[in-house]
């Protein structure tokens, strides 16, 4: 039997203030294995962001546990935003932490280059990120999170600020990008449809403070293609994510802040 890669239990986070302290998570406790795709799937305010910090080290949890099998592991996060360099080109920007790491810069390129074919970027090597559009300044931040082979990939909403177009097309360049390097990879989204069409398993958090209300695996076939969306096994898969979020019958589209829950 493969052994987790992440094991986290109980994990718990409070944040003070004058009212006694805010609790953002309450004992969240789940498994992430080797190569997985999975989605950390919930309403707004349901601590999936900070859940994704405290696994990147960048946030203390209250209590609780969560361990990296194998070790202190090698992250890659994406975040909403690019944040790219603005006085850095494409590939100078995906070679940062390879510079910050002393990388060779043959090496370096060379890791660069490999990734700006994978994710599109061709043509676009020399562009400041003032010329990009949002959906490839992503492409950029994906392959800088990329670049120095991290054992797992943690993307906070990394396409929650674009148009709905866009971010139906930059699944498909998700899914690609996952299909070819395999990385285990922990993913926080609000949509229904982006967890499905990308994930192994769904993990669904609850109303803060956010704990695992279920956890379900996505036995669709890959690759995923765009029909997929619309077939009856991806729609029975969309109701039983909307019966454990609890959403009031006849919700609609205006929903959106909350959760999106297209499909």
Partial sequence: MIDPILTVRDLTVTFPDDNGGLEALDGATFSVYPQEFVCLLGPSGSGKSTLLRI???LLA????????????????????????????????NITLPLELEGVPALEADRRAEDLIDLVGLQGFEHTWPRDLSGGMAQRVA?????VHDPDILLL????????ALT??????????VWQV????????????????????RVLVMSQRPGRIK????VDLPRPRADEMRYTAAFGKLARQLKDAI??????GSDSRSVLDTRY
Wanted: proline share 7%; aromatic share 10%; net charge neutral.
């Fill in 61 to 92: 949890p209250t209590s609780g546990t969560f361990t990296y099998i194998a070790g202190p592991p090698r992250i890659g996060m994406v975040f909403q935003q690019a944040n790219l360099m603005p006085w850095r080109t494409v590939r100078e």
């Fill in 142 to 146: 994906i392959a800088r999170a990329l």
């Fill in 55 to 57: 696994l990147a080290g």
């Fill in 214 to 217: 279920l956890d379900l695996a």
């Fill in 167 to 176: 971010r139906e097309r930059m699944w498909a360049e998700l899914s690609h």
């Fill in 156 to 163: 906070d909403e990394p396409f929650g600020s674009l148009d």
């Fill in 181 to 200: 390097r395999r990385k285990t990879v922990l993913m926080v989204t609000h949509s229904i449809g982006e967890s499905l069409f990308l994930a192994d």
């Fill in 246 to 251: 609890g959403f009031p019958t006849g919700i």
